[in-house]
């Protein structure tokens, strides 16, 4: 940076930045630029600034200007970090739409938008270049202190160089040293991303004519093992081009010692190649799928109603082929020089798509979402940046990153409440996000789901959004039948074993016996969601928050689902001191344990959060299920999205009424749309799948509903309850939560917020009122809720009284610690 003096004697020639902090901060702050930097800066570059006494930030330069700001003496920036701007005015532009529609910071909305690798410019990486070693006499006391802890460390950041020299401002004497030739500065970049990898088999080609096969049987006379697996890859030769060893290994009954004893005898070879993580017939197809005629239709009127309206609902079941639908438009938009977004809901969950269409495009396709490391993360951007990747598969982050051309989104799946961003701010919803980001660069927006949520269902039937369906599943197989048991009917005849139906149970066994595998559905995690005193119903909750603790056999621990609070089981009532704690309730360890009792010989293996915990933790249940290395799948709503395994033509969903039964507007919907993703996991191949669904309540309306695969009945009793009772999509909704360590100060706060909010808004305000869960961490909690109707009042303006009120209100003393969270489109 430029001497003190030199920046003084020049400020009148100066710039000035108005940048994003990386804070939750109602305003941006102005600094001053030196002059010899005026022609450097851009706006959507980053900038080292100081912010308070001594906190260092990289900021997003958000505009320039040469006036100084008037209440405030401006401060200088300290350096500048990108020689480009890494973030574009489009998305400056989204992110102004964001935080003002979801009534938060642009800090807030800078923090969720950029990789950790770019917010914080004091992770660059800082390696020492042979150069170096030869002008050690000619450093400077500072530079040779920064090369000999480099050739200790190997590598620095800049953090431990600003701790080494004891200074803030080290990017000058940094980039010094690099123009000089000492040291580099570089970006890790890696690709992680790993295809699935799969053994195959080639006959040495000494055996390939008829004489040497012939030579070769002869000589395994006295390894009959040996010479059935050799037979049987020349039977399965004739139909199948590549034969993995898994399949081999099956279909002959031979081990795995036949086959290792034929590889070291050099009968066969092995080759190792990636694959789809479908079926390897489809895999030799995924290139070159041929549209069916139903797809072939919706394909055309997807076109041409796109050339009149921006968003488009594809309302297709389950197996109906939409993701090749979904590859065929990319490419038309990857032929006219645009670029593409594919938004799944949760990118762990859909790594059979992913796979899918990485082998489809290759290296166009870049992947994005929460499991990448910090540095790949930062690459992927730079990549989109910079135009590298022409399509992007990624989870609701994804729609934060710098498109140039974006010609298509495609919102996958787009009735999952995964897209809704709860917590921190901002608490945005992604597929309306990739509307307005499509609309910012004159995209197109293709929504797909076998159950659309009932707000994009009614923007398409009332015509605002084009509107195709695709009602058969693709190759005409059948939808699974749904059966529904009665539990209490099926207890009074003795025919229930644990959680377990009779006709569940039968079809498990007739599955297995056949070679199919079985998917188990229980919506909750854990072993135990209940210990209770049996004596005086004492029950254990967690201490920091108002719900009860889950047991969890793995962990042999109790678990707070909350605040992640662990304690150990308790054995004495705490209340009463009698040894009576009984277990309430079941998870999907409980579901295991008692399967594994019932069905001892069972390969079960399970998916939930704590079975798939780390990077690739998902992935190595999925491979192993795939691999059929299980013959039942236990699972929470991780089981419902996005899965397509070939062979599981059973699904049991074992309590369908804690679902039902939730205390939100949204629940019959989302029950349907949960039971019926699950249902069509089962039969996506020749033969048809079936449901067992065991329930309390088996004349449900929606149980009926999903039974009958009858989304649109669903959809009109729905948006008829929720016109009568002022929801969505008729009303907006804001909620706000007010929070307090004391439950009298957060209720008396929330009262005072809720009567200021009455004044203007009258009956439109609904609370305060305690939540479901009355108190997280410690913090009590008190809700309010605002209805909006859409027609006769400013969203707008109501918003800003809002704010406004808000801002107010903390201001006033003893309001400080009153924690206000805003949530707006909530649920």
């Not at 809704?420 to 910012?440: C, E, G, L, S, V």
């Not at 699904?651 to 939730?662: E, L, M, P, V, Y």
Request: with cysteine.
């Amino acid at each position: 940076m430029p001497e003190q003096s030199q920046l003084f004697s020049s400020a009148h020639s100066s710039k000035f930045v108005e940048v994003i902090l990386p804070l939750a901060l109602p305003k941006c702050y102005t600094y001053r630029v030196p002059a010899e930097w005026s022609d450097l800066i851009e706006v959507g570059m980053r900038v080292m600034v100081q912010f308070g006494k001594n906190k260092l930030y990289a900021a997003i330069i958000r505009s320039i200007a040469t006036s100084p700001p008037s209440s405030y003496e401006a401060k200088y920036i300290m350096d500048i970090i990108d020689a480009k701007p890494i973030v574009g005015p489009d998305q400056l532009q989204l992110w102004d739409w964001i935080a003002s529609y979801y009534m938060c910071s642009l800090g807030d909305v800078m923090q969720a938008a950029l990789p950790a690798a770019l917010k914080l410019a004091s992770e660059t990486k800082i390696t020492l270049n042979a150069a170096a070693e030869t002008v050690k006499e000619a450093l400077s006391e500072k530079e040779y202190l920064i090369i000999e802890a480099l050739e200790v460390a190997g590598e620095l950041k800049v953090n431990d160089i600003v701790k080494l020299l004891g200074q803030k401002s080290v990017f000058p004497l940094i980039k010094e040293m690099f123009e000089k030739g000492y040291i580099s500065i570089a970006e890790e970049i890696k690709e992680r991303y790993k295809p699935k990898m799969r053994t195959f088999l080639l006959l040495a080609e000494l055996y390939q004519d008829a004489a040497g096969r012939k030579m070769l049987l002869d000589s395994l006379n006295r390894a009959p093992k040996q010479q059935d697996a050799v037979l049987g890859f020349l039977q399965l030769h004739k139909t199948t081009a590549e034969i993995s060893r898994q399949t081999l290994m099956e279909v002959t009954g031979c081990g795995n010692s036949s086959i290792s004893s034929l590889l070291e005898k050099g009968v066969f070879v092995q080759v190792e190649k990636a694959i789809s993580r479908f079926d390897t017939e489809e895999l030799l197809a995924a290139n070159e799928f041929v549209l069916n005629a139903e797809q072939d239709a919706a394909y055309e009127s997807i076109q041409q109603q796109l050339e009149l309206k921006d968003t488009l609902l594809l309302h297709g079941v389950t197996a109906s082929g939409k993701t090749q639908l979904y590859i065929r438009l990319i490419e038309k938009v990857l032929a006219a020089g645009k670029c593409a977004l594919y938004l799944l809901p949760e990118i762990a969950l859909t790594a059979q798509i992913t796979a899918r269409l990485k082998l489809h495009f290759g290296n166009k396709l870049g992947v994005y979402h929460s499991k990448f490391n910090d540095n790949e993360r930062a690459e992927v951007w730079h990549k989109v940046l910079n135009g590298e990747f022409q399509v992007v598969v990624g989870a609701r982050s994804s729609v934060f990153l710098p498109f140039q051309n974006l010609g298509l989104i495609v919102v996958d799946e787009e009735h999952e409440n995964s897209y809704k961003q709860y917590d921190p701010a901002p608490r945005y919803h992604a597929r309306d996000t990739a509307i307005y980001m499509a609309y910012i660069q004159k995209a197109k927006v293709l929504l797909g789901s076998a159950t659309p949520s009932v707000e994009s269902f009614y923007n398409a039937k009332a015509g605002k959004y084009g509107f195709v369906q695709l009602l058969n599943r693709y190759g005409d197989v059948a939808l699974p039948e749904i059966q529904l048991i009665s539990i209490p009917e099926e207890s009074r005849k003795e025919n229930m074993f644990t959680y377990f139906s009779g006709q569940l149970l039968k079809g498990i066994e007739e599955a297995v016996a056949n070679k199919e595998q079985i998917i188990l559905f229980q919506n909750r995690r854990g072993h135990t969601p209940l210990l209770q005193c049996n004596t005086c119903g004492f029950t254990v909750k967690c201490v920091n928050c108002d719900v009860s603790m889950t047991y969890h056999k793995s962990s042999q621990l109790m678990h707070c689902h909350y605040c992640g609070h662990v304690e150990p089981p308790v054995k004495l009532c705490p209340a009463c001191g009698q040894p009576h704690i009984e277990s309430k309730g079941f998870g999907t360890e409980r579901i295991e344990e008692e399967l594994e009792i019932l069905m001892p010989t069972l390969r079960i293996g399970r998916l939930d959060l704590d079975a798939a915990k780390g990077k690739h933790g998902f992935d190595r249940v999925i491979n192993a299920f795939e691999a059929y290395e299980y013959d039942v799948l236990i699972g929470t709503q991780m089981v419902a999205k996005g899965l397509d395994f070939s062979r599981v033509t059973l699904i049991g969903i074992i309590n369908a009424d804690t679902i039902i039964n939730f205390p939100d507007f949204r629940a019959y919907e989302r029950a349907y749309a949960l039971f019926s993703q699950v249902s069509g996991r089962a039969g996506r191949r020749l033969k048809a799948g079936k449901v067992i669904l065991q329930t309390y309540t088996p004349k449900h309306r929606v149980l009926e509903q999903v039974v009958a695969h009858d989304y649109e009945g669903m959809f009109m009793t729905e948006v008829t309850e929720r016109k009568n009772y002022l929801y969505p999509p008729f009303y907006r909704l804001i909620r706000l939560d007010i929070k307090h360590t004391d439950n009298q100060v957060c209720y008396q706060a929330a009262t005072q917020l809720a009567s200021t909010f009455r004044s203007q808004l009258g009956g439109r305000v609904l609370g305060p009122e305690p939540p479901l869960v009355g108190r997280v961490r410690n913090y009590f909690i008190q809700t309010i809720t605002l209805k909006i109707e859409r027609n006769d009042m400013s969203i707008a303006k109501v918003k800003e009284f809002v704010r406004h009120s808000i801002l107010y209100f903390q201001a006033e003393k003893g309001n400080s610690q009153v924690r206000i969270q805003v949530d707006v489109d909530p649920y």
